[in-house]
């Protein structure tokens, strides 16, 4: 059967700054954390050790071309552009950007840029991160920076990638610096990214450019293990606070009310000032990016929660692992293509179909050097993967969701934060030794399903 697209539909990958340029002027929360805890990086790789794309990037955006490419999305590095986050901006960092931006616009590739992709200046972070209105403010300076300087050919930003991210990762889970277990203090990181995003978003529209401003969130539908009403409730409650923290004051402008009631009953809310809901509804977008790379499966707890532990989201539910799941066994994740479906459906029934696109969808594989055949990587399952994906994405769209494209996680295997280069997601391998970059059978294949805008299964 062949799927075919809309014209105009946005072909493309996503990368980020700080898992692919390599050394940076100034110093992020994740240089810091290296230097001081290697052990907690795969092998003991650290994020100066990326696909050099800061050396690369002629040679690697002429890849992107021959992928066929017409859209790509990376992010700015704060940490590079103002170092200590607040003062001189380094005129190298505004060189170097503005000859990727260029290249790709030469090169027929719509650039799509990201503001912030979980690298805090360790200056910034060194005051409180996001927990301090001050950081929230030097943001702002920041986004506002940089829609003076690439403005006037960037027209599409988005202020943050996944920032439930380092939430989770930073305050929640211990997963990323600072490691923080603490859940109030994560809602104050939730909160304050909110009102950053809001604030840039206030100045992309005050200065009339003429692009479109957005944001990135990795959605994970909650799926509930019955219809019992506890597994419902259970799901319910994992959404809140894994997509509706963010999904909701992003397309509503408001949180959901009972979220606020549910924290408010166990005293986790973050100081609120009076002047941050108008702030909050200003800061609806005009275009969202959806990572998504898993479902969310829950069931009611069936144990008691400890009262002297820590406050936490699995309060209120547990995960659940359904029988005869599909997974990916290198990295531990199941996979669901009708997810991307439920997404986009929820999109359009209950958020007034946003327009949208899947700024990441991917399939990290540990050791792919065993698939090589004739000198090129054999990732059969990778196109069983995106294909299977994009079939629901095209039974979505189909059905009227307002869905303008499809970018995959990654375009060349690339550092990954804690894990670094465990599991590979490129569609073109890169051989760490030499830099040597070798497209995939993947990537041929996508290269053809961009050209045709279409594909056969």
Not at 152 to 175: A, C, K, M, Q, S
Not at 203 to 221: D, S
Request: proline content about 5%; glycine content about 8%; some cysteine.
């Amino acid at each position: 059967m062949k799927y075919s697209f809309p014209e105009h539909f946005w072909w493309g990958s996503a990368s980020s700054a700080l898992q692919t340029e390599g050394t940076r002027e100034g110093q992020t929360t994740w240089d810091y954390w290296f230097a001081r805890e290697p052990n907690r990086f795969h092998n003991g790789v650290g994020p100066q050790q990326t696909s050099t794309f800061y050396q690369h990037w002629k040679t690697d955006i002429q890849l992107l071309k021959q992928l066929n490419h017409n859209s790509f999305r990376t992010s700015i590095s704060w940490a590079r552009l103002i170092p200590d986050g607040i003062g001189e901006v380094n005129p190298q960092a505004v060189d170097f950007y503005n000859q990727v931006i260029d290249e790709l616009i030469e090169q027929g590739i719509t650039p799509f840029i990201t503001l912030f992709h979980f690298d805090m200046p360790m200056a910034m972070q060194e005051i409180g991160g996001w927990e301090n209105r001050d950081v929230v403010e030097a943001y702002a300076r920041y986004a506002q920076i940089c829609f003076e300087l690439f403005g006037d050919r960037v027209l599409h930003w988005f202020t943050f990638n996944e920032p439930i991210v380092p939430v989770e990762g930073g305050y929640l889970y211990d997963f990323h610096y600072p490691n923080v277990v603490d859940f109030r203090r994560a809602a104050t990181v939730a909160y304050h990214t909110v009102l950053a995003h809001a604030l840039a978003v206030r100045a992309y529209r005050a200065g009339h450019y003429a692009g479109e401003i957005g944001i990135v969130l990795n959605l994970t539908p909650s799926y509930p293990r019955s219809q019992n009403p506890a597994d419902v409730k259970a799901a319910h409650i994992a959404d809140l606070m894994f997509n509706r923290s963010f999904l909701d004051p992003v397309l509503r402008g408001e949180y959901p009310a009972d979220l606020v009631t549910l924290l408010k009953s166990y005293d986790q809310l973050p100081a609120c000032k009076p002047e941050d809901s108008a702030l909050i509804a200003e800061g609806k977008i005009d275009l969202l990016g959806v990572n998504y790379y898993q479902p969310r499966r829950v069931k009611c707890r069936d144990s008691a929660v400890n009262p002297q532990a820590p406050f936490m989201p699995e309060w209120f539910f547990d995960n659940y692992e359904m029988p005869g799941r599909k997974m990916n066994p290198y990295r531990g994740w199941e996979i669901y293509e009708p997810g991307i479906y439920d997404i986009l459906v929820n999109l359009r029934d209950n958020y007034g179909n946003p327009r949208c696109f899947i700024s990441e969808n991917g399939m990290g594989v540990e050791n792919e050097k065993r698939f090589i055949e004739n000198g090129q990587i054999n990732d059969q399952y990778r196109i069983d993967f995106i294909s299977g994906h994009l079939t629901w994405l095209h039974k979505g769209i189909s059905e009227g969701c307002n869905c303008l494209g499809y970018h995959m996680w990654t375009f060349i295997d690339n550092w990954s934060w804690c894990n670094a280069y465990k599991n590979r997601y490129g569609f073109i391998q890169l051989d760490l030794d030499t830099q040597q970059r070798t497209v995939k059978k993947s990537g041929e294949w996508f290269a053809a399903t961009s050209l045709n805008n279409s594909f056969d299964k």
